[in-house]
């Protein structure tokens, strides 16, 4: 498989995108952080513009009725994830070698970290066409995550911030070994008093992570690191230095996103 098989546009959230998904959830926007921050620390794609995911051995066990069971990619416990990011695609791969349906049903995906193997509850007619969403932009990653919440009528307990009913609706009867519940309240607290990613910005350290340079956590504040990488792209590209992130800003970071192979 191609290093960037699963690679598509790789757009960052939108306005718009976080404004339809609070109005289909009937929630505001700290409730929506709340949940990106806790399941991926509110970032949907890898640097090389992958979806962010992780792969179920015991997921693509169940699938495939244990035929390829190896303690690796399918085995009967949970577990085994080894190191995050890429090479979460590397056991994908293996995996897909095997059985490509079961192998995407049994990965999470995006912001929300929505199993394959929900792609129904998330709106789509099969798996592919939700990984295909997927790889094309967080805004369509949140509407998947949304439609999954309404169709478990999960964003009724985020409505009322009951944290342990969602924590055990989305993350499992197991939630309260990783303290799933209490993370939430605590990210709710914090999105609640200390304010809400800037989406320019955020935007902005999303491109320049695609494009090579380090501007830290992706979390919509214009801090040390992230201006540190604004400043070296723009002087990469021969530009003036700015402490802005406008329109101007983000219109010359898709510009060279797109003579990107």
């Known amino acids: 498989m191609p290093p960037l098989a699963f690679r598509g546009n790789a757009e960052a959230l939108s306005a718009d995108g976080l404004t339809e998904v609070t109005g ?6 700290p409730e929506l952080w709340t949940v990106l921050a806790v ?26 009725k244990g035929r ?16 995050l990011g ?11 070698r095997k059985d ?42 949140l509407l998947a995550m949304s439609s999954f919440l309404v169709s478990t009528r999960l964003h009724v307990a985020l409505q ?30 914090k999105y609640s008093t200390a304010g809400l ?20 956590r992706i979390d919509g504040v214009a801090g040390r690191y992230t201006l540190s990488a604004l400043a070296d792209f723009r002087a990469h590209k021969g530009l003036p230095s700015t402490n802005g992130f406008d329109d101007a800003v983000l219109a010359q970071l898709v510009a060279a996103l797109s003579v990107l192979p």
Not at 24 to 29: E, N, R, Y
Not at 74 to 79: R, Y
Not at 86 to 96: I, P, S, T, V, W
Not at 166 to 181: E, L, S
């Open 160 to 189: 009322s911030h009951d944290w342990k009913r969602f924590a055990r609706g989305y993350n499992g009867p197991k939630y309260a070994v990783n303290q799933y519940d209490v993370r939430l309240g605590g990210e709710f607290q």
């Open 100 to 141: 490509r349906s079961a192998a995407l049903q049994s990965a999470s995906w995006g912001v929300g970290q929505i199993m394959g193997g929900n792609h129904a509850l998330a709106g789509f007619p099969d798996v592919e066409s939700m990984v295909a969403a997927m790889s094309d932009s967080e805004d369509r990653q």
């Open 24 to 29: 289909k959830l009937g929630v505001k926007a």
């Open 39 to 64: 399941e991926t620390s509110g970032c949907g794609f890898l640097p090389d513009r992958r979806p962010k995911i992780l792969f179920e051995r015991h997921v693509f066990h169940r699938l495939t």
């Open 197 to 216: 990613p800037d989406l320019d910005v955020r935007a902005a350290q999303l491109y320049l992570v695609y494009l090579g340079f380090d501007p830290g």
């Open 86 to 96: 890429a090479h979460q695609y590397e056991r994908l791969a293996l995996a897909l």
């Open 68 to 83: 390829f069971d190896d303690g690796d990619i399918s085995d009967s416990k949970a577990g085994g994830y080894g190191a």
